[in-house]
């Protein structure tokens, strides 16, 4: 025989089972932490990368040299400067004025990226003059490089419209399997 359930009182309901009143509190609880819970963690791990991002810029910012690792993908698509992806010792620095800004890059790379670094600003090997240096002294001092004048180094200029930016391309040679490259790109905005 079934156990005999108590009348239901004057509201017309029955009384909770504690198994139901357990299961009614887990839920409320668990609806407690997705609601409130999940949006304050989300809150804290963005103001944190928020936090991160501002001393990476402000770095970036107070640099006064090359700074090692890659532009952003942003600034080589703005200075036209594609720094293939396997390129080693890399570094970069970026000045800004009223009138022009400028990119310093420098990396390392293999004969076969050269190529493909030059062709993809619309030029071949073939135009590096041997024995030019293309950076001025001015931006050399700048990014503080040592480009004397010698038999290793080759160099051009790829010159475009504004608001297209002007690239100047020196090369060094002296290790033919690995040739460093400095590339200066100046906007004018």
Do not use: C
């Amino acid at each position: 025989m079934p156990p005999a359930v108590p009348p239901p009182e004057e509201g017309g309901k029955r009384p909770e089972s504690r198994r139901h009143v357990v299961t009614r509190r887990w839920l409320t609880a668990i609806t407690i932490v997705l609601l409130i819970g999940v949006p304050a963690g989300y809150l804290l791990i963005s103001a944190e990368q928020s936090r991160d991002s501002g001393r990476d810029k402000a770095k970036a910012a107070s640099a006064t040299g090359l700074t090692e690792g890659f532009p952003s993908r942003v600034q080589r698509r703005i200075y036209d400067i594609p720094v293939p992806n396997a390129a080693t010792d890399v570094a970069y620095y970026e000045t800004n004025n009223w009138k022009t800004s400028r990119l310093y890059v420098q990396f390392r790379t293999v004969p076969a990226d050269l190529d493909w670094f030059l062709s993809d600003l619309g030029i071949s090997r073939s135009a590096l003059k041997a024995g030019h240096v293309s950076i001025s002294e001015r931006d050399a001092g700048i990014a503080g490089w040592d480009l004397k004048t010698g038999d290793d180094w080759a160099g051009t200029t790829v010159a475009e419209k504004d608001p297209l930016p002007t690239v100047d391309i020196t090369v060094d040679e002296s290790n033919p399997a690995r040739p460093l490259v400095y590339a200066v790109s100046a906007a004018t905005p």
